[in-house]
């Protein structure tokens, strides 16, 4: 009994591991020759055509942010129309806000992934099941067979950069990933906070309890 009792949770650990997760930054990339200071004052900018998920993904990301001690702007704030604004106005709302920096997000590729699980069989050892009735009953749910199992599930790319505004050079670059992504808001959550740890270790974002 006990055998098979662990035999399930064994399976049950392996076919969580193809559900869904969260976000994860897998690569990055920061400027050397910046040097600082670290922003204090961030336009956040979801590169998307879904309105919706623009304003789920901003305001996500710049709760984030001020959980952090940091100012964030949305760019829905601004572009209320979410229509492609000009280099002068982006300027612009730089100037008027006080910006020193924009992050950036958009979805770069979806692709899916199969998972195969080959049909196992564990059995008692020998010659548990022999000598009585018992020993056989003991055997026979010591048996387990799995059938094996396909399952397929999508992995979700996300580009995010940094810019500074001085110059409008990036100064950080990172892929995450996400697998089976179905809520927008938890995961616009669970990406957020991923890119600002990223930002904090590089030293780009000092939260106000360090400052």
Same mark, same amino acid.
């Given at each position: ?10 399976? $049950? ?40 998920? +623009? ?18 702007? =949305? ?15 982006? *300027? ?6 006080? $910006? *020193?920096?924009?992050? =950036? ?9 199969? +998972?195969? %699980? ?13 000598? %009585? ?6 055997? %026979?749910?010591?048996?387990?067979? *799995? ?16 810019? &500074? =505004? ?12 996400? =697998? ?8 616009? &959550?669970? $990406?957020? *906070?991923?890119?600002?740890?990223? $930002? ?12």
């Amino acid at each position: 009994m006990k055998l098979r009792i662990c035999l399930a949770v064994a399976l $049950l650990a392996v076919v969580a591991m193809g559900c869904a997760t969260g976000p994860k930054v897998v690569s990055a990339w920061r400027d050397p020759a910046y040097a600082g200071p670290a922003f204090k004052k961030v336009g956040v900018v979801g590169l998307t055509p879904n309105e919706s998920s +623009q304003r789920i993904f901003e305001s996500a990301f710049a709760m984030k942010l001020r959980e952090q001690g940091v100012q964030a702007l =949305t760019a829905y704030e601004v572009n209320p129309a979410h229509v492609k604004m000009t280099r002068e106005e982006v *300027d612009q709302v730089v100037k008027d806000n006080g $910006l *020193d920096a924009i992050i =950036t997000a958009r979805v770069v590729d979806r692709k899916q992934e199969v +998972q195969v %699980s080959a049909p196992t069989t564990v059995v008692a050892p020998y010659p548990a099941y022999y000598g %009585s009735y018992y020993g056989f009953y003991d055997y %026979s749910w010591g048996y387990y067979h *799995d059938p094996g199992y396909v399952y397929s599930y999508e992995v979700v790319s996300i580009e995010t950069n940094v810019y &500074e =505004t001085k110059t409008f050079a990036i100064v950080w670059t990172g892929m995450s990933e996400t =697998t089976d992504p179905s809520n927008v808001g938890q995961e616009s &959550e669970g $990406l957020a *906070d991923g890119i600002i740890r990223e $930002l904090i270790s590089q030293g780009l974002i000092v939260p106000s309890a360090a400052k």
